[in-house]
């Protein structure tokens, strides 16, 4: 399967299928208990173009471990709560390759809400409301703030910078150093 067809974060649409990507785990989230007892996970990813969430079940979730470069082999992306997130397919499987050596970027993290996305599905939401009555269109009610975090606008000069995780390996295990941000001037 060497490299063959394998896509980049940053191309991942909704809807798309059969995903081969390579990727580091940045962060395991915790477990939840589905109603049927299986269990899901959460972790953060990421490769040089930028991160994303994949949802793992079941005793596949509880063998990753942050700083694995991962294989995920036939995969999909599809919207969670609004989301971009990656999942395994059905005739998918994931494959360690390695550990801690992969270079790779935070931002953009394309598992974060988009407001484009959410007035799309709101309107989507919106055009079962009954306007006879009203003798009108339906109105997109504001959603108010948007929602994930707060971006910061770049600098004023244009400065190209780049942001730089660092793991620290404590004595039991690996865990998740501080965050850097180095700027380079032209």
């Known amino acids: 399967m060497a490299n063959e067809n394998v896509c980049l974060i940053k191309d991942l649409k909704p809807g798309l299928k059969n995903i081969n990507l390579v990727f580091i785990v940045l962060e395991t989230g915790r477990v939840s208990k589905t109603k049927d ?59 360690k390759t390695g550990e801690f050596c992969m270079i790779f970027s935070e931002v953009p993290n394309f598992s974060e809400p988009n407001p484009e996305v959410l007035a799309k599905i709101n309107q989507i939401n919106n055009t079962h409301v009954k306007t006879e009555a009203y003798g009108s269109t339906p109105s997109i009610p504001n959603p108010g703030p948007p929602a994930g975090p707060t971006v910061i606008p770049p600098s004023t000069h244009n400065q190209p910078c780049i942001s730089i995780r660092i793991l620290v390996q404590d004595s039991s295990s690996w865990s998740q150093g501080s965050m850097a941000q180095i700027n380079f001037n032209y």
């Open 37 to 95: 007892g299986h269990e899901v996970r959460s972790c953060k990813v990421a490769d040089r173009t930028g991160s994303i969430t994949i949802s793992v079940w079941d005793e596949v979730g509880s063998l990753i471990q942050t700083g694995d470069i991962i294989r995920l082999n036939r995969g999909y992306a599809s919207l969670f709560k609004g989301c971009l997130t990656l999942y395994i397919g059905r005739t998918g499987d994931l494959q």
